[in-house]
């Protein structure tokens, strides 16, 4: 093998994605029929068709009195897709499975032998040291506070997350979580957590195969809008519908996004350099260059050299091991899965 500091990053380098969530499919009924929720009814997505007001700023020279009473004698209709409760059901169900895989860190393709090599070297070592147990146990955390529901979890009276080990078809182990109970700032946990995080360690490590059946309970009362993923139209002319949401089959099932799931469990970033401005974020998702979208921002620039490829070349190439904070960056990077190869 040729010297590490010869050693370049390959071209080819891609990794698969180690946490794989299904799409996950909306049910209403009652909170206290929770235990019949595989006979709860879907919640189909619908048309509403609307007339907005004009509430957009205004440019200056829009600004005259005239003009605006004008604008608003003009009727804004807009069609868009809408998912309730019915009015005989309080309770939102969100049902999804998780397949967590074995191989953390070992590349689904790499054009070079000698790089692949020193890769293995380097996973082995950190698994050796430290193991999944930290970055398995974040995960497990975000399956227990229901981060997954995203807006749907904000309001809600109560909520419920129940966990199943599959195996066989069958229920081989069950966690309950009370969602409101487990933070979503910081990932203390309970002994059941850590039990649940042991698993994913596990299958993570390749040590089992791990199938979870996740299920959670929101009640956020009858006639309630829910909130399934929307989708993005990239070629919307004017007068399509304004808002379309994310439905499966012919009747039209609310669901949300597996990618959005998956962005939901991997938000155990909380390594990365604290912002100029003091503001405490809390945990953001795992991703190269710490984005968040919905901020406009990404906290871990390149120019601080804590960015997924500076930190994952000064520890290949120079030999230079990162802090165990960012080994485990670097290894949940890994898990997330993408293309990583040397751009040249």
Known sequence: MAKSDALKTASVLAFERKLDPSDALFSAGSWDAREQYMTWPGIPVREKSVRGTISNRLKAKDQDPAKLDAAIENPNLQTVDVAALPHNADTLAVRFTLRVLAGAGKPSACNNAEYQHKLKQTVSGYV???????????YACNLANGRFLWRNRMGAEQVAV?????????????????ALEHSMRDFAGTEDTRQLGESIAAALA????????????????TGQEVFPSQELILDRARGDKS??????G???????????????????????????????????????????TTQGAAYRQPKQKVDFYN???NWLLKDQTPSVENQHFVMATLIRGGVFGDAG
């Not at 129940?162 to 009370?178: I, L, P």
């Not at 390749?206 to 009362?221: I, K, M, N, S, T």
């Open 128 to 138: 050796s040291e430290h193991g999944f147990h930290e970055l398995a146990h974040r």
């Open 243 to 248: 808002k379309t949401l994310y439905s499966i």
């Open 162 to 178: 129940t966990v199943r080990q599959m195996k066989g078809g069958q229920a081989e182990k069950t966690w309950t979580f009370d």
């Open 206 to 221: 390749g040590e089992q195969y791990l199938l979870l059946d996740v299920v959670a309970f929101a009640r956020v009362g």
């Open 311 to 313: 930190l994952l070349d």
């Open 250 to 292: 012919d009747d039209k099932n609310a669901a949300i996004h597996s990618q959005k799931l998956g962005n939901a469990l991997r938000t155990i970033d909380t390594w990365y350099p604290a912002p100029e401005d003091g503001a405490d974020l809390g945990p953001i998702a795992v991703e190269p260059y710490g984005s968040v």
